[in-house]
């Protein structure tokens, strides 16, 4: 696609139900990152893929939160018994293997608000 | 990347310069980034400097890093109201697979 896509751009939970937020990279961007913008803060790294290697989770922030990565290209956030804690705007970014300066590209985000 | 500070807020009026200013604690960063997010939108970049260059400047941007401080600023020239969103500096180093590590945000209001 054009830009990295996400959906759904906001999503209202009630406290203790699952939610899965998902992500389309640009196509052929091997590297797919998941931020967590907290209101009046900076952006938290969650996670990060990169081709066919083990994913870097040492963001999440608990074993409620997962990520995937399926043949490379979409990925899905998953929270597990979602606290209000966890409302953020959940963002994703990708970007190319190579010939870049690191410059990720963003999707919009998704809302998430757990009542 | 490692901690990232910035101020939280900035109050311009249009034509003016606006200075935005950043600080980082990883000496390892390889590219240090400004990224510009408008209301209801995700992150942009708006210009990135290297890790061995001083000074960027790109049209109304203007990049100055002192890495013996581990500082970097933002300048932009001639602020517009267009200008007015939050500016996130950001370090990255190619060791770390480019994991950003990114400061608060400075939101930018520019008045008439």
């Known amino acids: 696609g054009a830009g990295v896509s996400q959906s759904p751009s906001n999503k209202v939970t009630e406290k203790g139900k699952d939610v899965e937020l998902r992500c389309d990279p640009i196509?052929?961007?091997?590297?797919l990152y998941w931020y967590r913008q907290s209101l009046g803060q900076g952006l938290e790294f969650l996670i990060y893929f990169q081709g066919n290697s083990a994913p870097d989770k040492s963001g999440l922030p608990s074993d409620r939160f997962s990520a995937e990565r399926t043949g490379g290209s979409v990925s899905t956030l998953t929270i597990q018994r979602t606290q209000q804690e966890d409302s953020a705007v959940y963002l994703c970014?990708?970007?190319?293997?190579?010939?870049?300066?690191?410059?990720?590209?963003f999707g919009e985000g998704s809302r998430l608000t757990v009542l | 990347g490692e901690d990232v500070e910035q101020s939280l807020f900035l109050s311009v009026r249009e034509g003016d310069s606006s200075v935005i200013n950043c600080t980082y604690t990883d000496s390892s960063s390889t590219y240090l980034y400004w990224y510009k997010q408008e209301p209801g939108a995700g992150l942009q970049l708006l210009t990135y400097i290297f890790s061995n260059m001083d000074m960027k400047q790109d049209q109304r941007l203007t990049v100055l890093l002192n890495k013996k401080d581990k500082h970097l600023s933002l300048r932009i020239a001639d602020t517009q109201t267009g200008d007015s969103a939050i500016y996130f500096c950001?370090?990255?180093?190619?060791?770390?697979?480019?994991?950003?590590?990114f400061g608060a945000g400075t939101t930018v209001t520019v008045r008439a």
């Open positions: 950001a370090d990255a180093s190619l060791s770390n697979d480019y994991k950003l590590s």
């Open positions: 970014a990708s970007r190319p293997l190579a010939g870049n300066t690191g410059e990720l590209f």
């Open positions: 196509s052929g961007h091997t590297a």
